[in-house]
């Protein structure tokens, strides 16, 4: 072993360290890689486990631990060594309980966060992504229509073609002109879905948009994902709705605790994860 072929990852657990395998495919199917990915959120000022809430050191000896000692910092490993494939025309679920990482594995992907350790490859620019993250509050729906479609790749011109089809889509009607914060959560997230949707892009990553879509806006999303993958591009759907993604997904990815559990048929994988929270909840109701 070469010094070049040793690669020292101080941030790695044992528990970690299940070998992975890298995963060949020819590479004209794929449209995105995730290799061994390792994703960590930093939070600064946490207290240490056993300081209690409220503690407070006072005055003095705020002054007195100054420059002793750095602010805590604690380490949350969202992501813990995720390795999958994914292919031109597959639309992907993504399942897993509250905080189980499938929204920080997204970001990841978009390239929003950095990885820890591990890699992401893409086929082409992953479009979207986080339009959740660049939609805001305070401006009108026409703004976020502009921003977030430019920001998607959109040229001025194919925004101002696609405008009308974008409002037409989200069934807003005259909200578009009045700020975000005057939606209802069902018209932002139609909103979100139609400018993610606009641009037709090679991967499109919808977080729980389509949660609170009723069933009619439900059926065109499902459209515009089934048009999105026969154009070859590759759609991810994260949602706690399992009837949602067993109807859209080719797919299913079922995150826990940051690592890939299962990979395979919707029906499949969402039957396991139904009986695993199903033992889940009579376990906490029998104790
Ligand atoms: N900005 C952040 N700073 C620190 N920790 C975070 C941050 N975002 C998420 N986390 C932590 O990372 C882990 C994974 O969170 P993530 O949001 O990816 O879960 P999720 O599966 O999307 O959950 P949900 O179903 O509730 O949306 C959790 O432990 C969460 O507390
Ligand atoms: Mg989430």
């Not at 759609?235 to 690592?259: E, N, P, Y």
Request: charged share 25%.
């Amino acid at each position: 072993m070469t010094d070049a072929d040793k690669e020292i990852d101080f941030e790695v657990d044992e528990e970690d360290l299940d070998t992975t395998p890298v995963i060949e495919v020819p590479s004209e199917h794929l449209s995105l890689m995730v290799n061994d990915l390792h994703v960590s959120y930093r939070v600064f000022g946490a207290k240490k486990v056993g300081h209690g809430p409220g503690r407070d050191w006072g005055v003095l000896g705020r002054l007195a631990r100054r420059g002793a000692k750095q602010p805590p910092v604690r380490e949350v490993k969202a992501i813990r060594g995720v390795t999958f494939a994914a292919r031109h025309g597959e639309a992907i679920g993504i399942i897993g309980e509250n905080g189980s990482g499938k929204s920080t594995l997204l970001r990841a992907i978009a390239g929003l966060i950095p990885p820890v350790s591990g890699t992401v490859h893409v086929a082409s620019n992953p479009a979207l992504l986080g339009v959740n993250a660049v939609l805001m509050k305070d401006l009108s729906g026409e703004r976020n229509i502009m921003i977030g479609a430019l920001a998607l790749g959109l040229t001025t011109k194919q925004v101002k073609e696609r405008f009308q089809e974008i409002v037409d889509f989200a069934e807003i009607g005259e909200f578009v002109n009045l700020p975000m914060k005057a939606y209802s959560s069902g018209m932002g997230a139609r909103l979100r879905f139609a400018i993610s949707a606009s641009a037709v892009p090679d991967i499109l990553m919808i977080d729980e948009a389509l949660a609170t879509g009723d069933a009619h806006f439900r059926a065109k999303s499902k459209a515009r994902m089934d048009e999105i993958r026969k154009s070859a591009g590759t759609v991810f759907l994260v949602s706690h709705s399992l009837a949602t993604v067993k109807s859209m997904c080719t797919r299913v990815l079922w995150i826990h605790d940051g690592k890939l559990v299962m990979d395979g048929d919707p029906a499949e994988v969402c039957g396991a994860y139904k009986t695993f929270v199903d033992a889940k909840k009579k376990a906490k109701a029998a104790g």
